[in-house]
């Protein structure tokens, strides 16, 4: 575990960040045009590995990361997270997938998602994908120098709980600078005024998955992917960030709210 000190990032650290931020930001657009019906997550994964490696001359974090055989994660309608690409997995009209990218530049990570809606998705397909990109930014409004983790969470359960979605609980955000995973945990739940208290110069990502009907999540045999227990649709849309004295910059914007 990181120390509370170690985990305020120099300034020299952060301007990397927002430099493999901005790159995985840009993957997330650069994808847009190929997220069609017909594409399969395996050509995606492609697209995005030669672009993160010969355009960006950067690094895929997740190849290789713990075994994990692929350079995103593709998770579709009642995956939750860590979905695989495979040649086989079509995306299929009114699909709802969630792209996940991490670049590695200069040794500094970039971590963000977003979900798309594949042709014409249901009425259910659009109000999660959207309540889940708002419950992201109500995370992100309450992060500044102070301010404690509960009151990320709490923010977040704010949004979810009053649309009867449920915040999936196995799963969190992370700290991210040199490693891609260290603490803390940010968990999307929680009670304002508790947890783990935020410093300006710390980074990390807020990532909330919901699900259409329980929290609960159970593993495939591949040991990677998350999917409902009730194989319910689920969203989820991430931003990697930095604590400031009055708020947070997100490295992994992008020009529009998505």
């Known amino acids: 575990m990181m120390t509370k000190k170690s985990l305020i990032q120099s300034p020299e650290a952060i301007e990397k960040m927002r430099v493999a931020g901005k790159l995985a930001s840009d993957v997330l657009v650069m994808l847009d045009e190929h997220v069609r019906v017909g594409i399969s997550t395996e050509a995606l994964n ?4 030669d672009y993160i490696v010969n355009v960006q001359q950067a690094i895929p974090a997740p190849l290789n990361y713990n075994a994990f055989p692929k350079s995103i994660c593709t998770s579709i309608n009642h995956v939750v997270c860590h979905g695989i690409p495979a040649e086989n997995k079509l995306l299929k009209d009114g699909d ?18 977003k979900m798309w809606i594949v042709g014409n998705g249901s009425i259910m397909a659009q109000r999660i994908c959207k309540v889940a990109q708002d419950a ?3 995370g992100m409004s309450v992060v500044k120098n102070g301010a404690r983790l509960g009151d990320v969470g709490a923010a977040i359960q704010a949004v979810v709980e009053p649309e009867r979605f449920s915040i999936v609980r196995e799963f969190c955000g992370h700290g991210i600078s040199n490693e891609f995973h260290h603490e803390p945990q940010v968990m999307h739940y929680g009670k304002k005024g508790t947890g783990f208290e935020l410093k300006t110069g710390m ?11 329980t929290w609960q999540t159970k593993i495939l045999p591949d040991e990677w992917t998350a999917i409902t227990k009730d194989r319910k649709l689920s969203a989820q849309w991430e931003h990697t960030m930095v604590v ?15």
């Open 46 to 49: 492609q697209i995005a590995h």
């Open 96 to 113: 709802i997938i969630n792209i996940d990218v991490t670049v590695i530049k200069d040794g500094y990570y970039g971590d963000t998602s």
């Open 136 to 138: 992201l930014y109500a």
């Open 203 to 213: 980074t990390f990502t807020i990532e909330p998955m919901i699900n259409q009907g």
């Open 244 to 258: 400031t004295d009055n708020g947070c910059e997100v490295f992994t914007t992008r020009l529009k709210k998505i």
